[in-house]
């Protein structure tokens, strides 16, 4: 609740440096392939960005919401289904996206995902562990890094997470 109020008042502190793609894409990489195994599902990864890609950005935060998205997607994807880690890159944005396959969620609950406290199944998500705050905390960090983070139906039946975050460089 501390960390949301924090998010909510504006008010996180946040540790800016420089960060490369690649190295943090490689991490995800594997720490999402880890947690697909042990949920038993299939894991892809579709990356296309350049090696060199450097960007300021809090990398204790990104973490953070990637880690979110991440377990969200292993915990509510039936196997033997499968989640997916999309990254690309532009001069000026970061797009990570990131896809489960079925169960998904209905119309109205993906209009209510990002609610303080919401969650879908109240059953399932207390005995997987969720207090329903992680997606608004995550959206709040998100805001808090400059960024934009949406929510869509994926294909197939699943949840399509979608975070861009700004190519902030170094000002010399």
Same mark, same amino acid.
């Given at each position: 609740?501390?960390? %949301?109020?924090?998010?909510?008042? %504006? ?6 440096? /420089? ?30 960005? %350049? ?16 880690? +979110?998205?991440?377990? +969200? ?8 289904? *499968?989640?997916?880690?999309? =990254?690309? =890159? +532009? ?12 169960? @998904? =969620?209905? /119309?109205?609950?993906? +209009? ?30 998100? *805001? ?7 929510? *869509?139906? @994926?294909?197939? /039946?699943?949840?399509? =997470? ?9 000002? /010399?």
């Amino acid at each position: 609740m501390y960390q %949301l109020s924090q998010v909510q008042n %504006l008010s996180t502190h946040l540790i800016w440096q /420089e960060c490369q793609l690649s190295a943090l894409t490689s991490l995800y990489i594997a720490d999402m392939k880890t947690l697909a195994t042990q949920c038993h599902l299939r894991f892809i990864a579709d990356i296309d960005i %350049l090696e060199a890609t450097v960007f300021k950005t809090d990398k204790q935060k990104v973490d953070q919401i990637i880690t +979110n998205f991440a377990k +969200n997607a292993c915990l509510y994807t039936d196997s033997p289904e *499968h989640i997916q880690l999309k =990254v690309r =890159v +532009n001069t000026k944005y970061i797009f990570i996206q990131i896809d489960d396959s079925a169960p @998904g =969620v209905s /119309e109205t609950e993906l +209009n209510k995902l990002f609610e303080r406290l919401y969650r879908i199944d109240e059953s399932r998500s207390w005995a997987l562990g969720g207090s329903g705050l992680g997606l608004s905390i995550c959206e709040g960090l998100t *805001h808090a890094l400059e960024g934009n983070i949406n929510l *869509h139906h @994926g294909k197939p /039946e699943g949840l399509c =997470v979608r975070l861009t975050l700004p190519i902030i460089t170094t000002k /010399e």
